[in-house]
């Protein structure tokens, strides 16, 4: 499986001054993209031309970010398996949220709530709720994700937005953080190295790396905009293609694969209760040059 495939015929769009968001609740609660008037800020498509999440502006990560590795795990001394969801992947990759349709519980000129009720299936074994809020000002975007769960044991989660931006001539990116981690040949985390931080044009790059101690705002910035990402997450995880017109910039709650290691909650993994809830934020700040 490999999310929704349908056209975003169900569309919602916020309007704040000169910015545009548009979001499709039936194509994983995914952005379909964030424009100031005719330019784009994130890797944007009209939502008539979007078919799936994956190539969409952004979308929700939940109940996990990132590789989860081979589709299967151990939590509280049960085994469970994940399905495919990535046809070039050998892992479960991003969670489930970006692959099912969520439902509109409210929506004004400049906001919009979404609602993911998730019961336990082949891709996830604990039944959750989820929500994302979205507003918009005329200098900035908001995001908020929620989760809770339903089920009846503590189950792990995490959280986070996979936002895609586009590569133009003067892209840079700069962030500040303390250590990065390596992947194997699986591309998945096992060797964590101190690194400062990332300041660069994006086209001498070549990261799919996530990075831990981030502090401040990502800053982003190109020809047409300065952009500031922050986040209450702690990680962030840095892709930037060189054979790509895009790079991502990945505000995550936890390691990748973080399931997998000798200690998961130490990774950034949540240890939900029964009824016990995960909230998350995430906002990009816009200034026009």
Not at 9 to 29: M, Q
Not at 234 to 248: G, R, W
Request: proline residues 7%.
């Amino acid at each position: 499986m490999t999310g929704p495939s349908t056209s975003a015929d169900n569309v919602f769009e916020l309007h704040a001054g000169a910015l545009r968001l548009a979001i499709c609740p039936d194509l994983g609660g995914s952005i379909a993209g964030l424009w100031h008037r005719d330019t784009p800020i994130l890797r944007s498509t009209e939502p008539a031309q979007l078919t799936g999440a994956r190539q969409s502006a952004s979308f929700p990560l939940v109940p996990y970010s990132n590789r989860l590795g081979y589709r299967r795990f151990r939590w509280k001394g049960h085994d469970y398996t994940t399905q495919a969801n990535f046809s070039d992947s050998p892992h479960s990759v991003h969670g489930i949220g970006w692959m099912r349709p969520w439902q509109v519980t409210s929506h004004s000129a400049i906001d919009l709530a979404l609602r993911l009720e998730h019961r336990p299936d082949e891709h996830w074994p604990f039944a959750f709720e989820a929500t994302q809020f979205f507003s918009l000002t005329p200098q900035s975007f908001v995001a908020q994700l929620v989760i809770t769960n339903t089920a009846d044991v503590v189950q792990p989660v995490g959280l986070g937005w996979h936002p895609y931006f586009p590569k133009r001539a003067r892209s840079r990116l700069h962030i500040e953080c303390s250590d990065r981690w390596d992947c194997d040949a699986a591309n998945l985390p096992v060797r964590k190295v101190a690194q400062s931080g990332i300041d660069s044009d994006v086209s001498h790059l070549a990261f799919d790396n996530g990075f831990g101690g981030w502090k401040g705002p990502a800053r982003i910035r190109d020809e047409k905009f300065s952009l500031q990402l922050r986040s209450s997450l702690p990680y962030l995880v840095v892709y930037t293609p060189q054979d790509k017109d895009y790079f991502c910039v990945e505000p995550v709650s936890h390691v990748g694969n973080a399931i997998h290691m000798a200690d998961p909650l130490a990774h950034g993994i949540r240890a939900l209760a029964p009824g016990e809830s995960f909230e998350a934020s995430m906002s990009l700040d816009v200034t026009v040059l």
